[in-house]
């Protein structure tokens, strides 16, 4: 049984796959199986990967439904480490390795992400990073944003099944709604500090296409977030009237979803205790 799953759903990505697949066979750490799902793709995507003969590399085809393929490539996945990858990326040689040794080291960490570089035709190369180490209080924070980069994880793979945990059907975040889950089920997130992916930047992105479709998705799971926390905590029915109230006056006044939210976080934050933390 291979150490890591790698899970990759391709989508029509003919001009970048072979450089993501070429920075995979070359890790420093070479026990894994390499689950790539082709989504449906109608140019040469299927038949690049057919034309690598690495042993690892498993191919599986499904219907264009993004979702629907990364829960076949995690269903499929036989290591104790599943670790996703996207078709235009690029691992950092020791991506692998690296986050191999983090999660052997500490069995309470459920999800592993990093910090990455961007890079793209007429763009600078950037760093993007978004905390590190252990992160405290999870949930709380994904109130507030989606603080986890989803091409750089590596996730415990017994976790997800002891909790059936798998990827949601919400328009262009399901990876936002995928560490909720993880996080309600009491799930830890590591971040190391050095890039370990390297991001590739082009028009035909999610964020650049779907934009308003994953602004609405995200404030939907930032709202059951909210409802999570107000119903864990000590004072639940107080900050049940409130939230009634807050809506009630947003009715009447420029008072927006978002502010509702940063009072909240804002408020949690500050006293922890309320919510367990």
């Known amino acids: ?12 990505a003919e001009k970048y796959v072979s450089e993501t697949i070429e920075s995979t066979l070359k890790q420093s ?10 989504d449906g793709s109608t140019d040469q995507t299927l038949s690049i990967i057919q034309s690598y003969k690495d042993e690892r590399i498993k191919v599986i085809t499904n219907e264009h439904n993004f979702v629907k393929s990364l829960n076949i490539g995690l269903n499929r996945a036989l290591g104790k480490y599943v670790a996703r ?13 690296i986050q191999y040794a983090i999660m052997e080291e500490d069995t309470n960490i459920t999800v592993c992400s990093s910090w990455m570089k ?9 760093l993007m990073k978004n905390g590190f180490g252990i992160i405290d ?8 944003n989606n603080f986890i980069y989803h091409p750089t994880v590596m996730m415990r793979h017994s976790f997800l099944k002891e909790n059936q945990i798998m990827y949601s059907n919400y328009a262009w975040t ?3 709604k995928l560490w909720v889950d993880i996080s309600i089920a009491g799930g830890q997130f590591f971040i190391d500090s050095e890039p370990l992916l390297y991001y590739r930047i082009s028009k035909d992105q999610v964020r650049a296409t779907k934009q308003k479709e994953q602004k609405e998705s995200s404030l939907k799971i930032k709202k059951e977030i ?12 107080e900050l049940s ?32 205790a309320i919510i367990g933390y």
């Open 137 to 144: 209080t999870p949930l709380l924070h994904l109130l507030k």
């Open 1 to 12: 049984m291979n150490r890591i799953s790698i899970v990759m759903p391709v989508y029509n």
């Open 85 to 97: 990858m996207d078709a235009d990326d690029i691992m950092h040689i020791d991506r692998l390795k």
């Open 226 to 237: 909210l409802y999570n926390l107000i119903k864990r905590s000590v004072i639940k029915e």
């Open 174 to 176: 399901e990876d936002y």
């Open 118 to 126: 961007t890079f793209g035709e007429n763009i600078n190369s950037g």
């Open 29 to 38: 750490f070479g026990d894994f199986e390499f689950i790539i799902i082709d």
């Open 241 to 272: 009237e409130l939230h009634s109230l807050f809506y009630r006056i947003k009715d009447i006044s420029t008072l927006s979803d978002e502010d509702v939210l940063m009072f909240y976080y804002t408020f949690f934050l500050k006293n922890k």
